[in-house]
């Protein structure tokens, strides 16, 4: 029945006009330096920009990457042992199942976590965010900014699996009893982490809020007086 | 005009513009549009990361230097390092993963704890190091390719995986590990970009240290 969407209260610096720079944080005013193209930060000389430049256009390129990355990441092996007993290859997933197999649940699920759903979530995560802010949605904007922020906080944990591949593939190197090597789905895999981790760097969260100002010019007008 | 408004903060993530408050100490400023936090106020920030810093530097070494984990089966045994993980991935073919993996977890730490020292050893001594601002640039830009935490957790997923095939032999740097995890989070936590540039701008205004441009 009554549906809140929430407006901002306050006025937009680059509304005003003014840049706050990403290094330092320093308000200054945009038209400052107006003569030459790139504008600098009085401060520290960081350059400065209204939102971040092509933020969703190089977002997608990288998402879209990842995605396709992510096939072969989840195909390949990531890790082959052999020893004089048997000789197995495991993909991510058949690795979980293993560990859970051999009685150890809490560490497979902490690595199906971090190596399943941490880089699904941030594909799909991000895919929503991009997908809303092109159509300049002003639906649940604080929903938005905390998935952002959850994106950004858990996105680094996923290299889990590149971390235990290359412990094992060092130690296990027992002449013809047991060896480890990594598989090219660690490739694969260490590919989809670092260009999902550069995507939700690109993506300029302030686009998230930037339609609802419209929504509430009224508002914030009347509130600044 | 220089400046326009001096003390307004602009949030990072609505870009709202903000009139910036006090803090207590150990406040912590958020917007109150998106709930980002916006900007600490850390007690002696300047003293404790130097102290975090410094400890971390040591527990790096050690850790770096001495083995992390050795395995013994049927009486055969191994161990390794964090560089000789690296090098051995990278002989077995696997440059990127080992550039990767050198990155994240040697490299990238060693940058962060010398940029630290860097900056705040001559702060401490009211000198202002040349170079501030692209020091800081660089440490924005490094920060979440830092991954120590990460490599530790996958330190304790190897020796459940090992646990059964083989002995398992804790190396020295396996505690140090453990140690420079807690002690980056601490460098993280108490380290203060803010106070930073306030100090860069009272020596600009004081006059002194001026660099000529
Ligand atoms: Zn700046
Ligand atoms: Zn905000």
């Known amino acids: ?225 | 005009m220089g400046i326009d408004p001096p003390h307004f903060v602009a949030c990072h993530e609505c870009d709202l513009l903000l009139k910036e408050i006090p803090l207590l100490p150990g406040g912590v400023a958020v917007c109150c549009c998106c709930g980002a936090s916006l900007y600490r106020n850390t007690p002696d920030s300047l003293q404790r990361t130097m102290a975090f810093t410094l400890t971390a530097v040591i527990l790096y070494v050690i850790a770096n230097v001495y083995p992390i984990l050795g395995i013994e089966i049927q009486g055969i045994r191994n161990a390794t390092n964090l560089i000789g993980a690296v090098r051995s991935l990278w002989d077995q073919g696997m440059h990127l993963i080992s550039v990767l993996v050198g990155l994240t977890t040697v490299l990238i730490p060693a940058l962060q704890l010398a940029t630290m020292v860097y900056l705040i050893l001559p702060l401490l001594m009211k000198r202002k190091p040349p170079g501030i601002a692209l020091i800081m640039r660089v440490l924005n830009v490094i920060k979440p390719w830092g991954m120590v935490e990460v490599f530790m957790l996958g330190v304790l997923v190897s020796l459940v995986k090992l646990k059964d095939s083989s002995i398992i032999i804790p190396g020295v740097a396996l505690w140090s590990f453990g140690g420079l995890t807690i002690l980056l989070a601490a460098v993280a936590t108490s380290f203060n970009p803010r106070d930073i540039w306030e100090h860069l701008d009272e020596q600009s205004e004081s006059g002194e240290d001026r660099c000529a441009e």
């Open chain 1, 1 to 225: 029945m009554r549906r809140v969407i929430r407006r901002r209260v306050g006025p937009i610096a680059s509304e005003l006009g003014l840049h706050s720079c990403h290094t330092c944080g320093l308000v200054s005013d945009a038209a400052d330096g107006g003569h030459s193209h790139v504008q600098r930060c009085p401060r520290c000389e960081s350059r400065l920009h209204d939102r971040t430049p092509n933020s969703v256009a190089h977002c997608w390129a990288l998402i879209i990457s990842a995605y396709i990355i992510y096939i072969p990441a989840n195909l390949l092996p990531i890790m082959e042992t052999g020893s004089f007993m048997d000789y197995r290859k495991d993909t991510i997933m058949s690795g979980v199942i293993h560990l859970w197999h051999t009685g150890s649940w809490g560490i497979a699920t902490i690595v199906f976590v971090a190596s399943i759903m941490v880089p699904l979530f941030k594909l799909i995560a991000l895919t929503l965010l991009l997908l809303s802010v092109q159509r300049r949605s002003i639906w649940w904007p604080m929903q938005r900014a905390r998935l952002y922020r959850l994106v950004e906080l858990v996105g680094r944990w996923s290299m889990l699996d590149i971390y235990v591949v290359t412990l094992l593939a060092a130690l296990v190197q027992i002449s013809s009893l047991a060896t480890v090597r990594a598989g090219n789905g660690a490739i694969a895999f260490g590919a989809v982490v670092v260009l999902t981790m550069f995507a939700s760097m690109k993506f300029d969260p302030r686009l998230i809020w930037d339609p609802l100002r419209k929504e509430s010019d009224h508002d914030y007008y009347a509130a600044t007086d």
